[in-house]
């Protein structure tokens, strides 16, 4: 298996939408779009985010932890389904990615700035892959492999977060 970053077939299509599995890890549709399908991914994650922030911290982390390994066993099995190891139509590692890089706004003041610098921070860690996440994009592959980028991309996102909230409360 591979990386690919073609459109789906429409018999690839069908095939990811059968199952459960495939359903998730295209983000519940989300990863169907035509284009910029990891941004459409972590824009609808903030749909579930909405109500996720609101369980404070142990009940999120545990969210995360949860939605990490069914995130792994769906993309595995969407994966395998479609012979290609991290097609672009998989976004539900954004889900993960981007609620990792929401973090921090279990502890600072909401406001809509700080949210959307969240966004932005994920995709700009999610498409430049700085040091070690296209290392690691590249060398860790299966269900696990689409994940762990993203984790590691919204960690770093996390991390410049709560330093811009801190900062901006100074």
């Known amino acids: 298996m591979n990386v690919e970053r073609k459109k789906l077939t429409s018999e690839q299509r069908r095939t990811l939408l059968e199952s459960p599995a495939g359903w998730l890890a295209c983000g519940l549709g989300s990863g169907l779009a035509p284009v910029a399908q990891g941004t459409f991914g972590s824009l609808a994650a903030l749909i579930p985010w909405w109500w996720l922030h609101r369980l404070g911290v142990p009940a999120y982390v545990a969210m995360l932890c949860i939605g990490f390994v069914i995130g792994v066993w769906a993309c595995e099995i969407a994966g395998r389904r479609l012979r290609v190891d991290d097609h ?78 801190y900062l901006l409360a100074r």
């Open 88 to 165: 672009r139509s998989l976004v539900w590692d954004e889900f993960i990615g981007q609620w990792i890089a929401l973090l921090p706004l279990q502890w600072l003041p909401f406001s809509w700035p700080m949210l959307a610098a969240g966004f932005v921070l994920f995709r700009l860690f999610d498409v430049s892959k700085p040091w070690p996440i296209g290392w690691v994009d590249r060398r860790v592959k299966g269900g696990f492999g689409v994940m762990i980028d993203d984790v590691i991309a919204g960690v770093f996102a996390a991390i410049v977060l709560a330093l811009l909230g």
